[in-house]
């Protein structure tokens, strides 16, 4: 299971920190992204670590502003967004997959594994 914490209301410019817990696996052999919905929009990948030390995935969108890391000793895996703008609000979900040990465009849209979604809202 996936468990997506630390969402809340930011004014722009400001950071948030968001925590994916992963429990009955090891999530260093599992790939992590998070995506985010906002209304009347598709689903967007935002991030991705590939698993066991592979490489990280940040679409133009947030790239700069958003970083991936892993806490081994918890099972987590955080997503630090800084310069927060009122379009980066949405709900943001974690996902994890065994089978993807790359992070690009396109394996972004094999995850299998979801978490329920937590809502990050940018605004003054």
């Known amino acids: 299971q996936l468990q997506a914490s630390g969402g809340g209301l930011v004014q722009p410019g400001g950071s948030l920190r968001l925590s994916c817990a992963a429990s009955?696996?090891?999530?260093?052999?599992?790939?992590i992204a998070w995506f985010r919905q906002a209304p009347g929009k598709e689903r967007e990948g935002v991030s991705c670590?590939?698993?066991?030390?592979?490489?990280?995935y940040y679409p133009d969108s947030v790239k700069g502003r958003f970083s991936m890391t892993r806490d081994y000793a918890s099972n987590t895996v955080y997503l630090e967004m800084s310069s927060l703008r009122p379009e980066d609000t949405a709900v943001y979900y974690c996902?994890?997959?065994?089978?993807?040990?790359?992070?690009?465009?396109?394996?972004?849209?094999?995850?299998?594994?979801w978490g329920r979604g937590t809502q990050v809202t940018v605004s003054s």
């Open positions: 996902a994890a997959d065994e089978r993807i040990v790359a992070c690009t465009d396109a394996t972004m849209n094999f995850f299998e594994i």
């Open positions: 009955g696996f090891t999530s260093d052999y599992y790939s």
């Open positions: 670590i590939a698993s066991r030390g592979g490489n990280t």
